[in-house]
């Protein structure tokens, strides 16, 4: 009977304790409600002169819609210059940017492979050619983006408050509807603007920048000597390093940028596999410093813990809370019948109870987030409906992710894209 009281208790304190890491969520997503417009209305005193980073591997098919929409800003085309790194290319990336209206450097270096060693590359040549102190920031972006037209303008306004070192933008993505795993990540990362970003912003927390679409103040860059985030997660490690420091990043949500999600389970679980393994990286490097960054109070010390949970795979505790699961199916091999029949009975039950849990959460999630941005989102209504109830699955492929990244080694993969969807059909 011991037995069973002690898996009645385990059962308790893991579902206590993720209850009470993620309970500030439930904040988050109130404030995200409540307040339907994040916009900032701050009127900016003077428009800067930025430039464009954009890293590209193999990327012809798409890198000119990305320049195409990047020339259409509604900003002055002489404040906004854009520079494409053809990173070890093999294809026409760097020929077709280049009479897209880009200016284009080429690399090539199979030893230090990634985006944040391609950036870091490119803002060096920007600096040897004394381009460097002509910016006050620098954006990046994805090759297979498409921007808004008033992407730029909204970004200066919002970095005109000169209180934040980087500011992220509001992600949507161009083929929502293609099938469950593009939709599973889109509604993901929607989650992530209006739930999560949106709600810091509102409740003066830091933010954190996520792979593409935001703003690097120009010192910054200066203060470091170009871009130090080689990390397979470089954006996480870039975020994770601002919140320890305490420099602050921002949210701009009228700042909408399109993205390109993967089609393919293959694509999908390579670049997952990279993230939860950049992940681990950022957390063994940060991990203290951000403790470090919680002992100071204040809403530091509410960023600092925000980051923290985001890159410790809380997906570790349901595991391991399953693992012990087994284990005492094992050690009842060995006791009376009766003993085992209620601790099959209490494992069962709690393993059950954690899949219908963890589907009626995010299926709850995402139809909030589905329903809160529902004219936004580029794609039939059937399809936002449908998708909707793969979502949590598309979430669950994260447990066999977590694990495999534990032990395997990752290398940066690229992905490939070959959308060519057109400005009006995406914005």
């Known amino acids: 009977m011991k037995l069973i009281a002690f898996v009645e208790q385990f059962n308790m304190v893991i579902a206590m304790v993720i209850g009470l890491v993620y309970c500030y969520q439930v904040a988050y997503l109130a404030v995200g409600l409540l307040r339907r417009r994040w916009q900032d209305l701050h009127r900016p005193a003077r428009l800067r002169k930025y430039a464009a980073l954009i890293s590209a591997r193999n990327e012809e098919g798409v890198i000119g819609e990305l320049i195409a929409s990047l020339k259409r800003q509604n900003y002055p085309a002489d404040l906004l210059d854009i520079y494409v790194v053809a990173d070890n290319c093999t294809d026409r990336t760097a020929s077709v940017a280049q009479a897209a209206g880009a200016r284009v450097c080429r690399r090539f270096n199979r030893q230090e492979v990634g ?3 391609a950036l870091d590359f490119l ?17 990046v972006f994805d090759a297979d983006n498409i921007v808004d037209a008033n992407f730029v303008s909204e970004m200066n306004r919002t970095f005109d408050r000169g209180d934040f070192t980087a500011i992220t933008s509001y992600r949507n993505s161009k083929n929502f509807g293609q099938n469950w795993i593009s939709a599973g990540y889109s509604i993901w990362f929607l989650r992530e603007a209006r739930f999560v970003n949106a709600a810091r912003m509102a409740l003066g927390i830091n933010c954190a920048v996520s792979g593409t679409g935001f703003l690097v103040s120009a010192d910054l860059i200066r203060e470091k000597g170009g871009w130090p985030y080689h990390l397979l997660t470089e954006d996480i490690q870039f975020s994770a390093e601002c919140a320890a420091e305490g420099r602050r990043i921002g949210y701009c949500e009228g700042a909408v940028i399109y993205d390109e ?4 389970f293959r694509q999908s679980w390579d670049q997952r596999l990279r993230w939860s393994k950049g992940f681990y990286q950022v957390d063994g490097a940060y991990g203290l410093p951000l403790l470090r ?3 100071r109070g204040g809403r530091q010390a509410l960023g600092c813990y925000d980051l923290l949970v985001t890159i410790t795979p809380g997906v570790l505790l349901t595991l391991l809370g399953g693992a012990i699961q087994m284990m005492l199916l094992l050690v009842c091999l060995w006791a009376p019948a009766d003993v085992t ?3 099959l009975a209490l494992t069962g039950n709690f393993l059950l109870a954690g899949f219908t849990g963890f589907y009626r959460g ?6 909030i987030t589905v329903a809160s941005e529902w004219r936004k989102i580029k794609a039939q209504s059937w399809q936002k409906v449908v998708y909707l109830f793969a979502f949590p699955l598309f979430m669950l492929t994260y447990l066999p992710i977590t694990v495999a990244a534990l032990f395997q080694k990752v290398e940066w993969k690229p992905i490939r894209h070959k959308s060519v969807a057109q400005l009006d059909q995406a914005a």
């Open 115 to 117: 985006k944040g060693y």
């Open 293 to 295: 960054g919680m002992l």
């Open 362 to 367: 995010f299926f709850l999630y995402g139809a």
């Open 123 to 139: 803002l060096k040549y920007i600096a040897a050619e004394g381009k460097d102190q002509e910016y006050a920031g620098y954006f």
């Open 341 to 343: 029949r209620q601790v």
């Open 261 to 264: 999600q993967p089609t393919s």
